[in-house]
């Protein structure tokens, strides 16, 4: 069976430090994988998304980057935190080659930039 | 462009009460997939139910039953005698065929409460 793992769970960081979530999915390979913000309260917001290995697309412009050094490995990361950073961070998968599939969800990370 | 809108931000309900989440869709595809996803407070997204635009047939899983109807380009969400448990954020979602990478587009969501 497949599982996606994310960590850290929760992460405190202060505004300008750097940021390195990662994510990474077992049991399955080329996967669809995807980064997620949730501000509280709020809806999903598409970040990141890869179809495939150093392939990233990116759906909001903003001061957060991700990489796909690994075929399951999904990494979201920052040069400098800002306070409008914090959120919800879920990392996701679905089955490539298709728009039919579900996705699935890590259990996210809670983000607090102070 | 695809937009799901689900206009019932909160709901409250007594437990045991039926309730239904709303679901709206705009697509110019006519193959799309339709999902169905809930939050609950420990925040890990599950999915619930997937539906394809050719197939309107209503579905039943138990206490919950969804009603597909490309008439109203809607995607409704029943839970019948609801729970405590049943506590949660519910998305709604759609992906069009021409959408890269299974791109879904979300709805804002809809927190269900149901009190004891």
């Known amino acids: 069976s497949q599982t996606i793992h994310q960590w850290p769970a929760t992460l405190v960081q202060p505004v300008g430090s750097p940021l390195s979530l990662e994510c990474t999915v077992e049991?399955?390979?080329?996967?669809?994988l995807y980064w997620y913000r949730q501000a509280a309260g709020r809806g999903l917001q598409l970040l990141f998304y890869?179809?495939?290995?150093?392939?990233i697309s990116s759906e909001v412009p903003q001061n957060l980057s991700a990489s796909r050094p690994q075929d399951r490995q999904f990494i979201l990361s920052s040069k400098k935190l800002l306070l409008s950073d914090s959120g919800f961070y879920l990392c996701?998968?679905?089955?490539?080659?298709?728009?039919?599939?579900?996705?699935?969800f890590g259990p996210g990370t809670r983000l607090t930039v102070t | 462009a695809q937009k799901v809108t689900q206009a019932q931000t909160e709901i409250s309900v007594v437990e045991k009460e039926d309730v239904t989440l709303d679901c709206v869709y705009e697509?110019?595809?006519?193959?799309?997939?339709l999902f169905w996803y809930k939050q609950p407070p420990s925040g890990e997204l599950v999915f619930l139910i997937r539906?394809?635009?050719?197939?309107?047939q209503n579905e039943i899983s138990g206490r919950y039953s969804w009603n597909f109807q490309k008439s109203t380009s809607s995607f409704n969400f029943t839970i019948t005698a609801s729970q405590v448990v049943d506590s949660a954020v519910y998305f709604c979602?759609?992906?069009?065929?021409?959408?890269?990478?299974?791109?879904?587009?979300f709805g804002d969501g809809t927190t269900l409460t149901v009190k004891p």
């Open positions: 996701a998968w679905s089955k490539g080659q298709g728009y039919s599939y579900e996705q699935y």
């Open positions: 539906r394809n635009s050719f197939d309107e």
């Open positions: 697509t110019r595809d006519t193959t799309y997939y």
């Open positions: 890869s179809v495939g290995i150093g392939q």
């Open positions: 979602a759609l992906s069009e065929q021409g959408t890269n990478a299974g791109k879904s587009t």
């Open positions: 049991g399955t390979s080329n996967p669809n």
